[in-house]
């Protein structure tokens, strides 16, 4: 009897850690979820350049990762900088916005302020409606490839897509 007991016991003692590596293996990293670590920057007008820690990544609209905005290590002088994005436009002021768990669920839209520019000069530059379609079209390919992906759910991509179509 005290065999049978010593294996019981042995079996018994070995059970939770076995459930830990079990569980652990289901749930990724375990600091974020997919579906979390990525998010959408848009701004009106498009095409603006975004800067995370002082360092431009790309121009509007754009996907950026979580981490690159919350860094794990970063350098002490650019504290300032941590967990904002800063969106420059010409003909535009530059925008600092800090990035929170609201933009983190739905994405960023930063109207920014710009001067007046008539309607001659816009054409000069080559914004046409052409282009604005296919601003729209690549938001919404974008937007498609984060739900196809599984990193937004049917209803962040359904809230984003009206707000998308809303603006034509």
């Known amino acids: 009897m005290k065999k049978v007991r010593g294996s019981l016991a042995l079996a018994v003692s070995a059970l939770p850690l076995s459930l830990v590596i079990a569980l652990s293996g289901c749930s ?8 979390s670590s990525r998010f959408l920057v848009n701004s009106e007008p498009e095409g603006a350049t975004v800067y995370v820690l002082g360092q431009p990544v790309g121009e509007t ?3 950026l990762e979580q981490r690159s ?3 794990l290590v ?5 504290v300032n900088l941590y967990g904002k994005v800063e969106l420059r436009h010409r003909g ?3 925008l600092q ?3 929170s768990g609201r933009v983190l669920a739905n994405g960023m839209l930063a109207k920014l302020k710009c001067k007046s520019v008539p309607a001659a000069q816009s ?3 080559g914004k ?3 282009s604005a379609t296919k601003s729209t079209r690549q938001r919404l390919l974008e937007l498609q490839a984060l739900k196809d992906e599984a990193l937004i759910s049917e209803e962040e991509y359904q809230t984003q897509r009206q707000r998308i179509l809303g603006e034509l």
């Open 28 to 35: 990724g990293n375990g600091l974020a979820s997919k579906s």
């Open 61 to 63: 609209p754009l996907t």
């Open 69 to 71: 905005v919350f860094p």
């Open 74 to 78: 970063y350098p002490p002088e650019q």
């Open 92 to 94: 535009c002021e530059t």
């Open 97 to 99: 916005r800090p990035v």
């Open 123 to 125: 054409e000069e530059t």
């Open 128 to 130: 046409s409606a052409t």
